[in-house]
């Protein structure tokens, strides 16, 4: 951690020094997250594009045939506005008046709550919101490559599983994984949020194209009224889960530099403002569109829905398997110092050794780090690229498994939406902000932030029900491994 260190006589803060001995200095930029803060305003804008457009957008227009136009657009912009304030709360609290920064969510989870407390709440949300994204796009990659295989393959074309689709679109992560730390993917974060836009254009460009269908149907898909309501329930989750980029705010805002002229806050929040604009371009004409054009028949996945024009259809699906890539490596670069906190490590050796073999299966480059500092600062292994090897494969692996068991797309999308985004997207920077900054009773910042707290919990609540039978009703029909 660096230096924090006084310069003038009103006590403001910055960090400038490094006391850290050269052993330890040589760890902490061998680690996934390095100390390095050169980054620029633009790195923010497109590394939030990529952590937050995703998966969740191409499932936006089945949302809304499960929610129906009124409740359906009312989620989506009051989740967009609700979203954006809790990110610039996030952004205003990374770095204090005195200059301390929190380069981690559960540092700032710490601060709030206590050492113990703070990184209880705070871990197990981290460790939920991302194996819940990887194992979604495990999925989403592997359905965008089989439906390319399908588009472009002629007959007789042997129709392969979507099994094996997973298996491929894998392959390419166990390759990226050993990429060294965050810095590193930057190219591969820029690229993958020029596709996000590019197949979010596309999507509702080729539904514009197709037009209305002439026996399109705005009402609700399901015959009962236990039906409607569970699906509306999991639709809830599954705009939740479009907003998903909070967990790697306090990562990427940690990469600026600051200074008491210029704070980060400041870059960090005009990256924020420029992804924003772009997460509504691409957010509300694909729910709205996709869902006035097709309506209640429109698919989990609207460029599974979209068959012509052929080529671009399939060009839009590898746009998609492009910023899955990115999206999957970014997503997995954040929650490193866990291991190093004194509560992190059980107190005996057995527990310590169960605790670290759970964490390794759970977790990518913020997981990458989390799991390597661990190994390197805690249980003392050596530096080495089979260290690395072994450990970040093992996490890839872990996920594409889980994938090919429950490949169930609106289900997970609905479920982990509720169960682990919500959380940390919508309410737990608001009640942090409560703790520290304590609004005055009855302020509009105080009605504010209970407002976005009730929002939340009722996602939290309801929205795994609904994805959880969605699941479960689709397993019943469903052949594992076959």
Not at 10 to 25: L, M, V
Request: with cysteine.
């Amino acid at each position: 951690m660096d230096a924090v260190v006084p310069i003038n006589e009103d006590n403001f803060y910055f960090e400038d020094e490094d006391d850290r001995s050269a052993e330890q200095r040589a760890i902490d930029d061998w680690l996934p997250i390095p100390s390095a803060r050169t980054a620029k305003w633009w790195s923010s804008a497109f590394h939030n594009i990529t952590a937050i457009i995703g998966a969740g957008v191409l499932g936006l227009p089945y949302a809304m045939s499960q929610l129906g136009w009124g409740p359906g657009v009312t989620v989506l912009v009051l989740s967009w506005i609700v979203t954006l304030y809790s990110l610039w709360q996030m952004v205003e609290m990374h770095e204090t008046d005195r200059g301390k920064r929190f380069d981690r969510y559960h540092e700032l989870g710490q601060h709030a709550f206590g050492e113990k407390l703070g990184l209880w709440i705070v871990i197990p949300m981290q460790l939920g919101v991302q194996v819940a994204i990887d194992i979604v796009y495990m999925v989403t990659g592997g359905q965008s490559l089989k439906k390319v295989h399908e588009l472009l393959c002629h007959a007789p074309c042997k129709n392969i599983k979507l099994s094996y689709f997973i298996m491929i679109f894998a392959s390419a992560h166990f390759a990226l994984s050993q990429l060294p730390d965050f810095n590193s993917i930057s190219g591969v974060s820029l690229a993958a949020a020029i596709m996000s836009v590019c197949y979010s254009a596309i999507a509702w460009g080729a539904s514009i194209h197709k037009g209305v269908q002439p026996d399109v149907q705005y009402g609700y898909k399901s015959d009962t009224t236990v039906g409607t309501v569970f699906n509306f329930f999991s639709s809830l989750g599954t705009v939740a889960f479009a907003y998903s980029g909070h967990n790697v705010v306090m990562e990427i805002q940690a990469s600026m530099p600051s200074s008491r002229d210029k704070p980060s806050k400041v870059p960090m929040w005009r990256g924020v403002i420029v992804a924003y604009t772009v997460v509504a371009i691409c957010y509300f004409p694909v729910g709205i569109i996709g869902y006035w054009i097709f309506g209640n028949t429109v698919q989990e996945n609207i460029l599974i829905t979209l068959q012509k024009p052929k080529w671009l259809i399939a060009m839009a699906n590898m746009f998609v398997v492009v910023h899955l890539i990115g999206t999957y490596q970014v997503i997995v670069t954040n929650l490193s110092v866990f291991f190093s906190c004194p509560y992190s490590m059980s107190s005996s050796p057995l527990q310590s050794i169960i605790a670290h073999s759970i964490c390794m299966q759970i977790y990518a480059m913020p997981v990458y780090d989390f799991i390597e500092t661990g190994l390197v600062k805690k249980l003392k292994f050596r530096r080495s690229w089979y260290l690395r090897f072994v450990s970040r494969n093992t996490y890839v692996a872990f996920t594409m498994f889980m994938a090919i068991t429950f490949p169930f797309f609106n289900g997970l999308l609905g479920f982990f939406g509720g169960f682990a985004l919500a959380p940390t997207t919508y309410y737990l920077p608001c009640i942090i902000w409560l703790v520290l900054k304590k609004p005055r009773k009855l302020s509009l910042s105080w009605f504010a932030n209970w407002f976005c707290i009730m929002f939340g919990v009722v996602l939290t609540v309801v929205a795994p029900m609904g994805g959880l039978r969605e699941i479960i009703m689709k397993a019943k029909s469903y052949k594992f491994y076959e």
